[in-house]
């Protein structure tokens, strides 16, 4: 029982390292066994509930510096465990059907394997370097699987993308450990002690948070670091749904949540947790208007994910990590399903994602679109019967009495229109290609973890339910709802529904155009060009320096100043006179012998 | 003897008429043009050379004789100029046939 955990981490590990290693040519025991090894570790996931214990080995020791390797269980890590676990599960499952005709299948199942082990690793950690390395892991399984079809320069561009950008957030991060290492002096999450922060200038121990949150800034795609996200829907879809909406995405606010626990909540200077709380308001406002414009299903939940991101990171910021995490269990629930739902629509239209060319998708599909409603119910919070409804309205809840609270509003509105425009859209009227004419149901390997994921985005909310799964639960006894914040949700979910409704029943191509939602804001261009004069100007600079300081002046000057010297002496000895030659050997004969005569 | 008036003269002065034909030589190899005249210039300078050794030889007794040493070495270098004469000559010889002059302004091949 000690040793499980342990277990959590191997497994996956034995699993991709066996794939790796020796199974690459026989695709078929790679899935099977893939799947088996996540399948165990949910069983373990499962048995842990509930439970409290840590325990390290100690990896490095020098002196007084020492890094351990070990895991930390309570509430937090095995509530993370089970979603991870979970929806990794689900997932594998959908992945044999969806993946069954592909070349790479083994490779496939491989980096899946991989990355439930760095996953994992994160949620385990007990210390920061331990989840910093995992971090780096789980960046690397995304790289791989965002590129799974690297022949299309799409894909490979994308992983690349995801790749650098999330460099960036991670060198904050980097620095901000350090930062808070020097601070509390521990990484170790069960030793630090909130009160050391107290202790410097709130300038110093606001900005070392702040760099731990740029690690969460680049993994969950917070602004301006969010640019990733969208690109990264090149990947396989379950992919998508597995890092991109439910897990890895998500491990920024899981990190936030456990520092904040670590620290003490009350100990993070006001203003860090304010910006916090800012980004990530503004986060899921933009993410919220692009998604309005997008015509790609996966584009339009991608960007859903971002604002859904920006929720949490909002209410992390608002200084109720329970509530970012309650939110993050029930939306990785009802997102994993989005995206499987997406995956079977794209798998039955050919490979069609262009929600124009798709249409009346309900009927054809019925089991896939009821599972989608599902999910699209719990994303625009459908009261009381769904789960994102109970995570939204303590998000409002925790903004109650900040402009913040309005921007929620919104952004909640705005979900509930451009998820009613995709399902109108996709899924009712009239099919509008021949690819979604064709249509069929997907087999049973790939429904049923859609009526599973289905289920769940309706009764994760409910608190049993929660309870059992070890939720992060904001809802406490004494806790209080203003009844502003329901109002505010069912009435932007009626305008939002009535507003989709209206605009898109029955149309074939979209009556709004506003090109600023549709191009993102610009920013991927924006970034384009800054990154190009930036790059220009380094390398103009390191050019000058390299032509002419190196170039021109250290070696050049060099050879120049020899052969200088060189010139006088040729034009003013050198020339060619007897006369002349006999003279300097006679003065030279002269100094020689005055110098060994006469010097001494 | 008309001469007997005259005094001995000594190890120093001797060394200075050395002194004198070697710069002498040495300024004739260094200004002048005509390359025999150099030529001269240089056996001037052998013949300092061998005047010194000489005085030296005369001037420097052991057991009251003088060392005879150094007039020795005088007869092999003036042999040996001799030999360097002869060598000498034959490369001005051909240095004339080959370029017509002998003047050593016009010969700059050497020139940087």
């Given amino acids: 029982m000690e040793n499980l955990p342990w277990f959590l981490l191997l497994i996956p590990f034995a699993s991709a390292a066996i794939i790796q290693l020796g199974l690459k040519r026989n695709a078929m025991a790679s899935s099977l066994l893939s799947t088996a090894s996540v399948f165990i ?121 995801a790749f650098l950008v999330n460099r960036i957030g991670d060198f904050g991060f980097m620095i901000g450990i350090l930062m808070l290492w020097g601070i509390t002096g521990t990484i170790v999450f069960a030793d630090m002690d909130g009160a050391s922060l107290g202790t410097v200038c709130s300038c110093l121990a606001g900005t070392a948070i702040l760099l731990v949150f740029c690690g969460a800034v680049g993994k969950s795609a917070q602004l301006p670091l969010h640019v990733w996200l969208p690109d990264a829907m090149e990947g396989p879809t379950p992919v998508s749904a597995l890092i991109h909406a439910a897990t890895m995405v998500a491990a920024g606010v899981y990190m936030m949540a456990r520092l904040y626990i670590s620290v003490g909540a009350d100990m993070i200077p006001t203003w860090s947790a304010d910006t916090i709380a800012w980004v990530g308001g503004i986060t899921s406002l933009a993410a919220a208007l692009m998604a309005t414009q997008q015509s790609d299903i996966k584009k339009i939940l991608a960007y859903s994910t971002l604002s859904q991101l920006g929720y949490m990171v909002m209410a992390v910021g608002l200084v109720e990590p329970d509530t970012g995490m309650f939110h993050l269990y029930t939306h990785a629930w009802f997102k994993a399903l989005l995206f499987l739902g997406s995956a079977c629509v794209i798998f039955a239209c050919h490979h069609e994602q262009n929600i124009w060319k798709m249409g009346g998708l309900l009927k054809k599909m019925p089991l896939t679109g009821g599972t989608f409603a599902a999910g699209y119910a719990a994303l625009i919070a459908v009261p009381y019967v769904t789960a994102g409804f109970y995570s939204k309205e303590e998000i409002l809840t925790a903004a109650h009495g900040s402009p913040l609270f309005w921007v929620a509003a919104f952004v909640a509105f705005l979900t509930t229109f451009y998820m009613t425009r995709l399902f109108v859209v996709a899924f009712l009227g009239k099919s509008r290609s021949e690819n979604a004419d064709h249509a069929k149901e997907v087999g049973p390997i790939m429904f049923v973890p859609l009526i599973v994921l289905a289920a769940l985005a309706i009764a994760a909310g409910f608190k049993p339910v929660a309870e059992l799964l070890n939720a992060q639960d904001p809802r406490v006894e004494g806790r209080e709802h203003p009844p502003i914040a329901l109002i505010v949700s069912i009435v932007s ?108 | 003897m008309p001469f007997d008036s005259l005094p001995t003269p000594s190890l120093n002065e001797y060394l200075m008429i050395s002194g004198l034909l070697f710069a002498i030589g040495l300024a004739g190899v260094i200004i002048r043009r005509n390359i025999i005249v150099i030529f001269m210039c240089l056996e001037m300078m052998l013949a300092a050379a061998s005047l010194t050794l000489v005085a030296f030889s005369r001037f420097n007794t052991v057991d009251g004789l003088p060392d005879y040493d150094g007039q020795m070495l005088v007869f092999f270098v003036i042999t040996v100029a001799a030999a360097e004469v002869a060598v000498g000559l034959a490369i001005i010889v051909s240095l004339y046939r080959a370029r017509q002059t002998i003047h050593t302004d016009e010969l700059t091949t050497l020139k940087g």
């Fill in chain 1, 41 to 161: 570790t949910l069983i373990i996931a499962f048995l842990l509930l509930g439970k409290d214990s840590a325990s390290s080995l100690t990896w490095i020791e020098a002196g007084n510096f020492k890094l351990e390797i070990g895991y930390q269980l309570d509430q937090l890590a095995t509530g993370m465990m089970i979603v991870v676990t979970g929806i990794g599960f689900l997932v594998h499952v959908f992945s044999l059907g969806y993946m069954n005709d592909d070349e790479a299948k083994a490779r496939y199942f491989g980096c899946l394997s991989l990355f439930m082990f760095s996953m994992t690793g994160i949620v385990l950690a007990s210390n920061f370097a331990m989840m910093f390395i995992f971090w780096e892991l789980v960046g690397l399984s995304s790289y791989l699987l965002i590129g799974h079809w690297y022949q299309k320069d799409s894909a490979a561009d994308a992983a690349k993308k």
């Fill in chain 1, 493 to 600: 979910l009626v305008l939002g529904l009535a507003a989709g409704f209206i605009l898109y029943k029955g149309k074939t191509s979209d009556p709004l155009s506003i090109p600023l939602f549709r191009n993102k804001f610009y920013l991927d261009e924006i970034y384009q060009k800054l990154v190009t004069i930036f790059q220009d100007a380094v390398a103009a600079i390191v050019h000058f320096f390299d032509e002419f300081i190196i170039g021109g002046l250290l070696v050049g000057g060099a050879t120049r100043s020899a052969q200088g010297v060189g010139n006088i002496f040729r034009n003013f000895a050198q020339n060619g006179k007897l006369s002349g030659y006999a003279y300097l050997m006679g003065l030279g004969a002269v100094l020689v012998i005055y110098f060994t005569v006469f010097a001494n």
